[in-house]
């Protein structure tokens, strides 16, 4: 759980940064676009946000037929 | 950070028990009903929940913030409505414990002794919710009483309780620093019941309008002095917000996982459990996600409190973030719990269609969300 | 795209009248008491609203979708639950148009004469919701009649319906041996059972329908003998854009109406509330979805009406219509309540009544979920 709200909260809020900083968000000259392509990679590796929900779900007593 | 203490721990089982013995087999009526469970009240006054702030002498353990948090949150997760007859009690002796002086608490405390007296938080007004400096009831010392004039609106447990705690201007006009908080008790000549609120959800849990017509409360009602009620409501009420609304809120959606889980498991489509497909799994991880991160932020905003290290303005900011995330995180878990029940989540045999109505209550009371925001926002925007 | 003809205009203004004068005041009594409006009854008779997807020579008005799309809307502005007994009659209606012969349609048109004009469409059952194709209601011939047996569930207008239409397993295993059958409200060995209570949706008339035995004449069968399940997939299902699609619409747009007034209204720290950036932008987001959810349902109306896609094509669009015009209803109707703080929570205030039933409109006519199972299976192929 710590793993995948973590990581899409940091792809969310990088996203976000990016839209209030507006065209300097995406520009190279600051670090938000950085943030937003760093968010991107950490929520798929290390097990993926769709793996940790299929691991919460299966620690939840649900399994796949 | 979210280590409980032994006590804690027995506390949080003997809440539990209690609630499933005594409250689950009533929840439903009592919302069906509207009706003030008393039953309910005299049970929780015999285990000591309506006096947990109070010292031992007088029947209660102390309680911190965190005590207080486990018990709402296991009350909530099966009747929220139940869980606002201790948390308007605790609202009001939390206050008294700590801004009344040492006359009122010998005063007041063994009032409580008998462990049956229930108690209101009485601010909001017609013209004044979110914009709670804005109050204009009128509290104007005349000879050794305070005259009051005035109506307050949507008082949670109103008319069945026995004191109210009550904001009103001494210095009207005078926005916040004309603000004074005090005690008032039922019964007294002037002051009575308006207006029953027909609510959609919290039902069981009268919500009325409070009258206040040349009512006479004695001067030795006023907590701290004239013009500290401000300062009470910003330092000891806000706080409440992490076991009042907060709380509430993360007993509603544990108990909706709880029950959409299981239910899950169990509902056959398609020849199989339907918790089998990913669509519903997901859902289903998701809602715990957004519940344990609810868990999280609560009760480390309430070890920060218990701790009394930290700065108010570090800790504003979390009750404020712990009352908005956890409100809308039960409202999107009770959603997505009688979506997954289906047709059977909308009817009321299963009780996740209380849970969502009970959910949007809580959204609003207790400072909307969007005054948690503007909080938020402003300790993090500070002055510019 | 939402071009409406002269004709249609005229509709939508006769309708929006109705809404005004004879549903919205009885909306709050309604949703208190959970009694059928039977006033609602009369008045859609009179309007000649039942019949009207029937051709002209058996009273209707021929109702093309974006029609029946513009009338649900304007009752459903005023109360979801209104044009509900519409829906599930006009479910049926184009059922029989579709698939009885001439002579079934002159018997099953003339019987709802005779009643409240209104229809039932049974396909639900306790242990088959989304898995529909495995129900288990049973229909035997013997001899001139079909012997039913078992129970469906959830059966909106099934309380005053004068006939149902029911989906019964008269063959073999899942979809291949389904019918459909029309059952008189008087049909021996036929009753209704338990009323639904529902968090919303009051009125609706939902209730348990349940055949013991219940001897139906042979020709009541609607189109061929076990291809019933092709009837719900072609035609039924296409209904989801004007039936649970325009209710989920018009109720948050209603919502939203209401509370940009109550917003011009309400004074906080001096100012109406409306005048704060915060509100502003919450009902800002609220009119994008609804619009964004309108766009939706009369491009899909309009690709319907032209024939202007494939069978495929125009299958997905409906679910996303229903899909999305549901999830933003609840959304839409959610921040109303918040918008009015403790007074929109109050049962003296219509937008809770609304958030209440904007929660049915994701669940009912294909959950919101299966609709999702249908759009991927569409794109994924």
């Not at chain 2, 009485?122 to 509290?139: F, R, W, Y």
């Not at chain 3, 409006?37 to 009369?42: A, L, S, T």
Request: glycine content about 10%.
């Amino acid at each position: 759980m710590a793993k995948l709200f973590g990581s899409e909260t940091y792809a969310r809020l990088s996203n976000q940064g990016m839209q209030i900083m507006g065209g300097y968000g995406y520009s190279l000259e600051y670090d938000m676009q950085r943030h937003f392509r760093d968010s991107r990679i950490i929520t798929v590796s290390a097990g993926s946000s769709q793996m940790q929900r299929t691991v919460i779900s299966r620690a939840m007593g649900l399994k796949v037929v | 950070m979210i280590h409980f203490t032994e006590e804690q721990k027995m506390m949080q089982e003997m809440v539990r028990k209690l609630v499933k013995d005594k409250v689950a087999p009533r929840a439903a009526e009592i919302d069906e009903t509207d009706e003030f469970p008393w039953d309910i009240a005299k049970v929780f006054g015999e285990n000591g929940l309506l006096n947990l702030v109070l010292p031992e002498e007088y029947g209660g353990v102390n309680a911190n913030n965190t005590t207080l948090c486990i018990v709402i949150e296991e009350i909530a997760k099966v009747s929220p409505a139940c869980g606002l007859t201790v948390f308007t009690t605790q609202a009001l002796l939390n206050v008294l414990v700590r801004g009344g002086n040492e006359e009122q608490k010998n005063r007041f405390f063994p009032k409580f002794a008998s462990a049956d007296k229930i108690c209101a938080f009485v601010l909001t007004e017609p013209n004044s919710g979110s914009d709670a400096a804005s109050i204009q009831t009128k509290a104007i010392l005349d000879g050794d009483s305070y005259v009051f004039n005035g109506n307050k609106i949507f008082i949670s447990t109103g008319e069945v309780s026995d004191f109210y705690l009550v904001f009103a201007m001494t210095r009207p006009g005078e926005g916040a620093k004309g603000m004074s908080a005090f005690i008032v008790e039922k019964g007294i000549p002037g002051f009575s019941f308006g207006k029953k609120e027909n609510k959609m959800g919290l039902r069981g849990n009268p919500t009325v309008e409070l009258i206040f017509e040349d009512a006479r409360v004695p001067k030795e009602n006023l907590l701290g002095e004239e013009g500290r009620g401000w300062k009470m409501l910003t330092e000891y009420g806000n706080l409440m917000r992490t076991w009042g609304a907060a709380s509430t809120s993360l007993g509603i959606a544990e108990g909706a996982l709880e029950y959409a889980t299981g239910y899950a498991r169990e509902r056959i489509q398609f020849g199989r459990p339907i918790g089998s497909f990913q669509a519903i799994q997901f859902m289903l991880a998701d809602m715990a996600i957004l519940t344990e991160a609810a868990r999280s932020l609560i009760y480390r905003a309430s070890w920060m409190i218990d701790q009394g290290t930290e700065s108010s303005s570090k800790i504003e900011p979390m009750v404020s973030m712990a009352k908005c995330f956890t409100t809308d995180t039960a409202m999107k878990v009770t959603t997505d719990a009688v979506q997954i029940l289906g047709g059977y989540g909308y009817t009321k045999d299963y009780p996740l269609e209380r849970m969502m109505r009970d959910a949007k209550g809580v959204q609003i009371f207790d400072g909307t969300n969007q005054i948690q925001r503007v909080i938020i926002s402003r300790n993090l925007l500070g002055k510019f | 795209m939402i071009q409406l003809t002269e004709e249609q205009k005229m509709i939508r203004d006769m309708v929006r009248k109705i809404a005004k004068e004879k549903i919205a005041p009885r909306a709050a009594e309604i949703d208190e008491t959970d009694e059928f409006p039977m006033d609602y009854v009369e008045v859609y008779k009179e309007n000649n609203l039942f019949k009207m997807v029937l051709p002209e020579k058996h009273g209707g008005i021929d109702a093309n979708t974006t029609t029946l799309c513009v009338i649900v809307e304007e009752l459903a502005k005023a109360y979801a639950s209104a044009p509900q007994m519409l829906i599930t009659t006009g479910a049926a209606l184009h059922i029989l148009l579709k698939a009885a012969t001439e002579a079934q349609q002159m018997r099953f048109f003339k019987r709802l004469e005779q009643g409240t004009q209104a229809c039932s469409f049974a396909l639900t059952e306790p242990n088959h919701g989304s898995d529909a194709g495995s129900l288990q209601t049973k229909a035997v011939l013997n001899g001139d009649h079909y012997i039913i047996n078992g129970s469906k569930a959830f059966i909106t207008t099934g309380e005053i319906a004068e006939m149902h239409l029911v989906f019964v397993r008269t063959g073999g295993e899942k979809t291949k041996g389904i019918s459909v059958i029309m059952v008189d409200k008087n049909t021996p060995g036929f009753r209704v059972g338990k009323k639904e209570h529902k968090m919303g949706f009051a009125g609706t008339g939902t209730v348990e329908l349940i055949f013991e035995d219940a001897k139906v004449p042979k020709d009541s069968i609607v189109g061929k003998v076990n291809e019933g399940w092709s009837l719900l997939l072609n035609i039924a299902n296409m209904m989801r854009v004007w039936g649970a699609g325009c209710t989920a619409l018009g109720n948050a747009q209603g919502a939203l109406d209401y509370v940009v007034e109550y917003a011009k209204q309400r004074f906080q720290f001096g100012k109406p509330i409306a005048s704060f950036q915060a509100i502003q932008f919450m009902l800002a987001d609220m009119a994008i979805l609804i619009e964004s959810a309108r766009s939706l349902i009369y491009r899909t109306a309009y690709v319907m009406d032209t024939d202007g896609g494939s069978f495929k094509n125009i299958e997905t669009l409906v679910c996303m219509s229903k899909c999305y015009a549901a999830d933003v209803g609840m959304k839409v109707t959610t921040d109303a309540v918040q918008i009015m703080g403790g007074y929109g929570y109050t049962k003296e205030y219509p937008v809770e009544r609304r958030m209440r039933d904007a929660k049915s409109v994701q669940i009912y006519d294909g959950s919101n979920q299966i609709q999702r199972v249908v759009i991927s299976r569409n794109l994924l192929g």
